[in-house]
């Protein structure tokens, strides 16, 4: 089973600052998704990253793929209230039907 | 297009209680797949279905079971509930359920008395 590990646990900070994810394996990704979710609501998909390398950007939010595929990050460039959430990263096999194994999470709490 | 939507969002049962949960999925999509949420094991996989027939299955004891039908509708059914099975349970779908990407409904809110 392939283990995603994120860091950090949880991240508290003031609007405006900068921030950054990491989701990290000791395998090779084949492709690697990233999530937000708010409570009480199922998991919201931001982006899916495939290529190693590759750089995505969603208006504030940067997504990194690493070359070797094997860690990805997001970065969050002047961040609102309104980027609080459970950021989680996920990924499949091709030979795994239907299954994302995900990582614990990063809790970003964003405060005025 | 409407998303991935799920019934109850709220449950309150009691150990011992069975209880079904419903799931329907994007128009066009035909694998459903299913997650458990606690605060300690994080999202975890359940099972997926595909055409009506059950392709992968998670480490859960046979207590959780379910089943998809031809309109790509799926139920999951937890049975003899037991207080650690308060979770939120998602679903997700897709059109394949390979590595193609999963829209999550909003989650099943069941709570274990």
């Known amino acids: 089973t392939q283990l995603l590990e994120q860091s950090p646990q949880f991240l508290s900070i003031q609007e405006g600052e900068n921030l950054t994810v990491y989701c990290n394996s000791s395998?090779?990704?084949?492709?690697l998704q990233w999530y937000r979710q708010e409570p009480g609501e199922g998991p919201v998909l931001l982006v899916t990253?495939?290529?190693?390398?590759e750089v995505k950007k969603l208006k504030r939010l940067t997504f990194q793929f690493g070359d070797a595929r094997k860690d990805s990050s997001l970065h969050i460039t002047a961040a609102q209230t309104g980027d609080t959430g459970l950021y989680l990263c996920?990924?499949?096999?091709?030979?795994?039907?239907?299954?994302?194994?995900f990582g614990a999470g990063t809790q970003v709490v964003v405060t005025p | 297009k409407a998303g991935v939507t799920q019934t109850p969002r709220y449950l309150i049962k009691t150990r011992g209680q069975q209880v079904t949960l419903s799931c329907s999925p994007i128009?066009?999509?035909?694998?459903v797949s299913w997650y458990q949420q606690t605060p300690g094991q994080g999202l975890q996989f359940l099972f997926e279905y595909f055409s009506e027939t059950q392709r992968n299955k998670g480490n859960f004891p046979g207590r959780f079971s379910g089943r998809q039908f031809s309109n790509s509708r799926s139920e999951m059914n937890v049975s003899t509930l037991e207080l650690g099975d308060s979770a939120l349970y998602l679903c997700?779908?897709?059109?394949?359920?390979?590595?193609?990407?999963?829209?999550f409904g909003p989650g099943t809110r069941l709570t274990v008395l």
């Open positions: 996920a990924s499949s096999k091709v030979d795994s039907w239907g299954k994302l194994q």
């Open positions: 997700a779908s897709s059109l394949l359920g390979a590595t193609d990407t999963q829209y």
């Open positions: 395998s090779v990704f084949s492709s």
């Open positions: 990253v495939v290529t190693g390398g």
């Open positions: 128009s066009g999509h035909r694998s």
